[in-house]
């Protein structure tokens, strides 16, 4: 008997603390796993008793990277549940925060995390050795997307300045056409950025998962949207959390996710663009084209091209914004507590992200729910890991332990915001 493992104790290149463990015995795979060890952080049991205004500022703690996406998804929930709506120039403020969010999330994965698997470095420090240019060219858009967050959220990371029903503040006139001449220049940075990255050699691997993502009928799904799906799916987002299951492993201290009775499932950039293609136009349609990304993508590998595509488009959605923006009157609108639950869901970068609030009369939390994209792909992850483990069998321990790490990393996972909590029973004796 000959017994083959691969342990990777700490995963590089992602954020958070994850480890990946692959067994073959006599040529036969046997067990593929990405073991998630970070301690588990407890935020739905954090926000209870809490106030309604407050899960904006608590859960943009779950991640240093993308918080404007849970203070979005918190928001919109607790609105619902209280029976508001923002729309108008307050919810295109609202876009374009979450437009600096992708920029700066989708601009770091590739250029710090990603690129180096495809060029064959260690890190991206050894990589811009070499790739000088290209490196120069991604901390520029990574802080012009800071720069949109700081702007309009307040600072860089863990904005301060997103309210429910809005804003504490509105930018001011030149705030904002300070910021339109950067993002002027980032339009070059991030066509430059598809057109490198669309030269990459990726291996094949076809999804063979349902795909999930939020669509909107007149935009490319970003902030609101139902939630639709590869298989036909459509529904309002009151109703993922009915359709969505969360189970635990053993193995991790991530809950992972399906759909109710059906095999895993897909969040992230490839479910986006897949189910919303057709609603991109202008400068990113036509470079799209010209690097020949087809209206569907289904290899992982690919999905450095679709966020190279994302930031571009994110850059632009930014300027046209801006340029259609009056300042309303009021910062944010009056929203009075009422007992009831509401849902929200907004397309973070690695995906659909999830919240559930419940609040009593007083606007005091009750009951708290929140599923992060990377719970959701945690299955996908490891489906792709054990069919591309499966058909490399044949390289040396050392090549196959890249194919595998950067099978994971083609998901960006964030594992501090896939360990927020664990079902936990005690027995004393």
């Not at 001449?181 to 691997?205: I, K, Q």
Request: net charge negative; aromatic share 6%; with cysteine.
């Amino acid at each position: 008997m000959t017994h083959r493992e691969i342990r990777v104790e700490a995963l590089p290149r992602v954020e958070g603390e994850g480890a990946m463990h692959v067994e073959v015995t006599d040529g036969v795979l046997q067990d593929v796993q990405l073991s998630i060890y970070e301690p588990p952080r407890f935020f739905e049991a954090l926000l209870v008793g809490r106030e309604f205004t407050e899960p904006p500022d608590i859960t943009a703690r779950i991640c240093g990277i993308c918080p404007v996406a849970y203070q979005m998804s918190a928001c919109q929930a607790i609105e619902q549940a209280c029976g508001v709506s923002v729309d108008g120039q307050l919810r295109a403020l609202r876009r374009l925060l979450y437009c600096g969010e992708w920029v700066e999330s989708h601009t770091l994965h590739i250029y710090l995390l990603h690129a180096p698997d495809f060029l064959g470095f260690p890190d991206a420090l050894q990589m811009g050795a070499q790739h000088r240019g290209a490196l120069e060219r991604g901390l520029e858009l990574k802080r012009i997307g800071n720069r949109i967050v700081e702007v309009v959220g307040g600072r860089a990371v863990h904005p301060i300045n997103v309210a429910v029903g809005g804003f504490f503040r509105l930018p001011t006139t030149a705030e904002l056409t300070d910021l339109r001449a950067e993002l002027l220049m980032a339009r070059g940075l991030a066509a430059e950025t598809v057109h490198w990255v669309s030269g990459f050699d990726f291996p094949e691997l076809d999804v063979d998962l349902e795909m999930v993502a939020l669509s909107h009928d007149e935009e490319y799904a970003i902030d609101v949207g139902n939630v639709a799906s590869t298989a036909g799916r459509r529904l309002e987002v009151a109703g993922f959390g009915d359709l969505t299951e969360e189970f635990q492993v053993p193995y991790s201290t991530a809950k992972h996710a399906r759909l109710s009775g059906t095999t895993p499932y897909l969040v992230g950039p490839l479910a986006r663009w897949t189910l919303n293609s057709d609603r991109i136009t202008g400068l990113t349609a036509d470079v799209a084209r010209e690097v020949g990304q087809a209206p569907t993508c289904r290899n992982p590998f690919r999905s450095i091209v679709v966020r190279a595509l994302e930031v571009l488009y994110a850059v632009d959605e930014a300027i046209r914004l801006i340029d259609a923006y009056t300042a309303p009157a009021q910062p944010r609108l009056h929203v009075v507590p009422q007992a009831g639950t509401g849902h929200g869901a907004t397309e973070a970068p690695r995906g659909l992200l999830y919240h559930r609030y419940s609040l009593d009369q007083d606007g005091l939390i009750t009951a708290a729910e929140i599923i992060p994209p990377t719970s959701q792909n945690q299955p996908a992850i490891e489906h792709d890991l054990w069919r591309v483990v499966e058909s490399n069998l044949q390289l040396p321990d050392d090549e196959l332990q890249q194919i595998a790490e950067t099978t994971i990393r083609n998901y960006d996972p964030c594992i501090s915001c896939a360990t927020h909590f664990l079902d936990m029973t005690v027995t004393r004796r």
